[in-house]
T-cell receptor, first 114, second 115 residues
Framework: DGGITQSPKYLFRKEGQNVTLSCEQN?????MYWYRQDPGQGLRLIYY???????QKGDIAEGYSVSREKKESFPLTVTSAQKNPTAFYLC?????????????FGNGTRLTVT | GESVGLHLPTLSVQEGDNSIINCAYS??????FIWYKQESGKGPQFIID?????DKRQGQRVTVLLNKTVKHLSLQIAATQPGDSAVYFC??????????????FGKGTLLTVNP
């Protein structure tokens, strides 16, 4: 059953600690994305990757980092530099970023930083 | 409509009624549109998409209408069921330079289906 797996579902961290969110897809999609969702707001793009070993900043990349060493995996690190890290984080993938195709989303990781 | 702060626009319907959820998009150059359904605590689920060379597309119990003149998109759900209760949001895909596209998401509408 193809899809996107995000783990963990809930994550709690102390302020000042870096934390890495996992995202794996078995859809054979080239493009992968990280979005942040806050109450009452549309999804905001953090980072995206069109191919392995390449990634680009989205609209709100500050305080985040990513890697794309394998096609299937696109982990997101929330660093201590991110001023307001508590949010619901969504990973997505699509066939390609360069033509019209829907994004498929995982079920998210809710990060709480205290 | 637009959300204010934490509050989403809401639509409350009776089970069995038809629902219409609206979305105004901003970029006249957008050429692809998607509707998503998001249940509480889950990721968005793809419902239906439409390209700008069409004005209507039908799926199972859902229809998307596109009016490019007024930059308006709507999602119609026939015979709404309690399981349809969720937040629905649209997304528009627009050119952002070179061969790149940018997907912009709306804030969503909360649909509540009353049994």
């Amino acid at each position: 059953d193809g899809g996107i797996t995000q783990s963990p579902k809930y994550l709690f961290r102390k302020e000042g600690q870096n934390v890495t969110l996992s995202c794996e897809q078995n859809l054979n999609h080239d493009a992968m994305y990280w979005y942040r969702q806050d109450p009452g707001q549309g999804l905001r793009l953090i980072y995206y990757s069109q191919i392995v070993n390449d990634f680009q900043k989205g609209d709100i990349a500050e305080g985040y980092s990513v890697s794309r060493e394998k096609k299937e995996s696109f982990p997101l690190t929330v660093t201590s530099a991110q001023k307001n890290p508590t949010a619901f984080y969504l990973c997505a993938s699509s066939i390609s970023r360069n033509y019209n195709s829907p994004l498929h989303f995982g079920n998210g990781t809710r990060l709480t930083v205290t | 409509g637009e959300s204010v702060g934490l509050h989403l626009p809401t639509l409350s319907v009776q089970e069995g009624d038809n629902s219409i959820i609206n979305c105004a998009y901003s970029n006249s150059a957008s050429d692809y549109f998607i509707w998503y359904k998001q249940e509480s605590g889950k990721g968005p689920q793809f419902i239906i998409d439409i390209r700008s060379n069409m004005d209507k597309r039908q799926g199972q119990r859902v229809t998307v209408l596109l009016n490019k003149t007024v930059k308006h998109l709507s999602l119609q759900i026939a015979a709404t069921q309690p399981g349809d209760s969720a937040v629905y949001f649209c997304a528009e895909n627009s050119p952002s330079g070179g061969s790149n596209y940018k997907l912009t998401f709306g804030k969503g509408t909360l649909l509540t289906v009353n049994p």
